[in-house]
């Protein structure tokens, strides 16, 4: 396990062998004058599936949203490829990665064929609006998500949990090998929750989908992700496998938890069972 | 290089509540594609087709009646002096104002809403045709009294009110613009600026002579009366330029719809595309306001009509241009031959088309932005 204090500098293991896709060298993050995230260095390798772990207000969905190119850093900078993702073309970057923010918003009446049908916008310009590929990228996106059915239906009419479903079929047809989710099972009750996570691991899994993730429930991060990243007041406090990450110690430093780590009866990761909360 | 033309069903969605999302029609054609709802590309025919019958009828009637045969002949080029000076120099000039004015209005106004994701989010409401009132009643009223007044007057009121149009924009641009554009500031913005201008208006109204305040009340309901070629040349000229810009600019408001966040991960520079949609809006609604004064509704209303007429998420934009033309030249037909008195068609257009949306609200569950 590699843990760090907020003073000493963060380390990063990457958890697969494969080449460094995204990265962040010492980027610091501020709203206004606000600092969120202080000094953070990490690796995002090819073919690797990462949770973003932590509590409220540390910063982990403003990392992904920089990560995503959707914040300018205030110092230090991201790499897409090896390429300074501030310098990249808005296009390029939406033809490598996509993000799905945490509530997305989908006109009223807009159905789920359109709203998939969107995520070809990088591919398209204004005199190829919608080629065959698009439309064989998208039929295909929406059957692999088990939204054909759903297909014409407004997405303001779905279930959470099909919506989600949705915008993950957006994230496909925009058919970028880098996916970064913020929160994608707010608001959804556990079974969908384990549905989406299901379908994120399949991205991962039979799409080779290099995925980021920003997740609350540890139980769930440590059950799917290979690899979790744990944050603290906008700090990179430990990075590595589940098992390395989820110690009663971490818990203990990271979340003011006191807890028992056991083995998922199920799927054999660590599984968080909260004894209190411990005041600092 | 083959064109394939396909059509794929769409079935109506089971649930009650969800409206039938229509056919849509692929259009391919070596390396071009698009595609389109059979609804989207129906309603502009028509539209259209209102828009070309309206405008006929109207040159034909009016105080001096003149048969389809004569109108015909005198379009062609022929016909007697007294007709075609009815028909050419007063009636084609006017008639045309009121297709550009509606196409324009109903443009800025689908621009808009769809931009700020509210449909009440129209020039109207925004502060924009406030400013050209503004503009213009400065010009009616103060034209002789100072200096200021006497540069006003020299100016013009369609000159005044297209300035005062244009710094209404810059001001709503200027004040709602932080590192990009949020459509619920816009409109908040847009609000308080519009009571800033209501209260300059009324102001100055309260301060002019009985005649100027009569003619400048006249002017802020939106007027074709004695609309010329001088009018209808340059709103052509813009309208030349700004209309192929604004439905350049749907493919990325369809994008922008979502959010700053979700539009940017689609590669949508999402700063650079809300300042290029809300400048050619505001253009539009200045060119517009300049030639006819700020005819009411029609680019609050048109965009919701049109919305509820072609089926989807957002205001079309060409469907909205075609729509408002047909309304404003519906409006300016019945006010003068039906009514007995000519009314600034500006009353009308609020008078027909309120009650329109009104009864599309009423029938439709749903409300898109």
Request: contains cysteine; neutral net charge.
């Amino acid at each position: 396990m590699t843990t760090s204090t907020p003073d000493a500098p963060p380390l990063s293991a990457p958890t697969s062998d494969g080449r460094v896709r995204l990265a962040a060298e010492g980027l610091r993050l501020a709203y206004d004058d606000r600092v969120v995230v202080e000094g953070l260095d990490l690796t995002l390798t090819d073919g690797s599936f990462t949770a973003i772990v932590g509590p409220n207000g540390c910063g982990k969905s403003t990392l992904l949203r920089a990560l995503g190119r959707l914040l300018r850093p205030a110092a230090g900078r991201v790499l897409l490829d090896g390429r300074a993702i501030q310098r990249t073309p808005t296009r390029d970057v939406a033809r490598a990665l996509g993000l799905l923010p945490q509530t997305p918003v989908a006109p009223a009446g807009l159905t789920v064929a359109d709203l998939v049908a969107r995520g070809r916008h990088p591919h398209q310009s204004w005199l190829r609006q919608w080629s065959a590929e698009d439309e064989a990228v998208v039929a295909e996106a929406l059957s692999w998500t088990d939204m054909g059915d759903l297909a014409d239906r407004p997405v303001d009419e779905l279930s959470g949990g099909q919506r989600q479903r949705a915008w993950i079929s957006m994230a496909l047809a925009q058919g970028t090998d880098l996916i970064l989710l913020d929160e994608p099972t707010t608001y959804l009750d556990l079974s969908h929750q384990i549905d989406v996570l299901e379908l994120v691991a399949r991205l991962h899994a039979e799409r080779g989908r290099t995925v980021v993730v920003v997740l609350h429930d540890l139980n769930l991060a440590a059950r799917y992700a290979q690899r979790l990243v744990a944050m603290r007041d906008g700090v990179l406090v430990a990075s590595g496998t589940p098992h390395e990450v989820l110690t009663e110690q971490l818990l203990a430093d990271v979340f003011d938890l006191e807890a028992r780590v056991v083995p998922d009866p199920v799927a054999g990761s660590p599984m968080v069972v909260p004894v209190r909360r411990l005041r600092r | 290089m083959t064109a394939t033309v396909s059509t794929v069903r769409q079935t109506t969605p089971p649930e009650p509540g969800g409206r039938p999302a229509g056919r849509a029609v692929t259009l391919r054609l070596g390396p071009v594609s698009a595609r389109f709802r059979w609804r989207a590309v129906v309603v502009p025919v028509v539209a259209s087709a209102v828009v070309v019958v309206l405008g006929a009828l109207s040159l034909g009637r009016g105080d001096y009646p003149i048969g389809v045969g004569d109108v015909l002949r005198t379009l062609a080029g022929a016909g007697e002096q007294g007709q075609r000076f009815i028909v050419l120099d007063l009636r084609a000039p006017r008639i045309l104002v009121g297709v550009l004015v509606g196409a324009a209005l109903g443009l800025a106004g689908a621009l808009f809403q769809t931009f700020a994701r509210n449909p009440l989010a129209s020039p109207d409401v925004l502060g924009i045709t406030q400013g050209a009132s503004v503009g213009a009643v400065a010009a009616i009223t103060l034209s002789g009294g100072s200096s200021a007044g006497e540069l006003l007057g020299g100016l013009g009121v369609p000159l005044a009110a297209l300035a005062g149009a244009l710094g209404a924009g810059a001001l709503l641009f200027t004040l709602a613009w932080r590192s990009g554009l949020d459509g619920f500031r816009l409109v908040l913005v847009g609000i308080a600026l519009w009571s800033a201008g209501q209260a300059l208006t009324d102001w100055l109204l309260t301060g002019a002579q009985i005649h100027d305040a009569s003619a400048a009340y006249v002017w802020i309901t939106g007027s074709l009366n004695a609309r010329s070629w001088d009018q209808a040349e340059p709103l052509l000229l813009s309208l030349a330029v700004l209309v192929p810009l604004a439905l350049a600019a749907g493919r990325v408001l369809g994008v922008l719809q979502f959010g700053d966040d979700t539009a940017r991960g689609l590669g949508v520079r999402v700063a650079r595309a809300q300042g290029a949609v809300v400048v050619v809006a505001v253009l539009l609604v200045a060119t517009a306001v300049a030639a006819a004064g700020p005819i009411a509704f029609v680019a609050l209303i048109v965009p919701q009509v049109a919305v509820r007429l072609t089926g989807g998420s957002r205001p079309p934009l060409l469907a909205s241009a075609l729509c408002g033309a047909a309304l404003v030249t519906g409006a300016d037909l019945l006010t003068r031959t039906v009514l007995p008195e000519a009314l600034p068609v500006g009353i009308l257009t609020a008078a027909v088309g309120a009650p329109y949306l009104l009864w599309l609200l009423v029938r439709g569950r749903r409300t898109p932005a």
